[in-house]
Nanobody, 121 residues
Framework: QVHLVESGGGLVQVGGSLRLSCAAS????????MGWYRQAPGKQRDLVAT???????NYADSVKGRFTISRDNAKNTVYLQMNSLEPEDTGVYYC???????????????WGQGTQVTVSS
């Protein structure tokens, strides 16, 4: 079991920056990768960025070059640094943890409660 708590969302102007945090607790050692997803009103939840335990990252094309995902293992926290924000970045951002649990390494997905990001024009 992994518990995720997001924070750092808020209102920011176009071109501004914001840093989201996701604190993980529980079975931390079971986490294989973590990521950020976002969901705009009337839209599906889409991948924003992921990071594996080895540090490999992946980004959606729409945020590549503007967003950076990172982690602080000592704090069990994953961050999403968002720069050059655009109105299209508005949405609820969710933290995700992908785990492999038990001897069979059964895959589970955990989600945080989400944090609202609003980019004003």
């Amino acid at each position: 079991q992994v518990h995720l708590v997001e924070s750092g969302g808020g209102l920011v102007q176009v071109g501004g920056s914001l840093r989201l945090s996701c604190a993980a607790s529980g079975s931390i050692v079971s986490i294989n990768a973590m990521g950020w997803y976002r969901q705009a009103p009337g839209k599906q939840r889409d991948l924003v960025a992921t990071i594996t335990n080895s540090g490999s990252t992946n980004y959606a094309d729409s945020v590549k070059g503007r967003f950076t995902i990172s982690r602080d293992n000592a704090k069990n926290t994953v961050y999403l640094q968002m720069n050059s924000l655009e109105p299209e970045d508005t949405g609820v951002y969710y933290c995700n943890a992908d785990t492999r649990e038990g001897y069979l390494r059964t895959r589970y997905a955990y989600w945080g409660q989400g944090t609202q990001v609003t980019v004003s024009s």
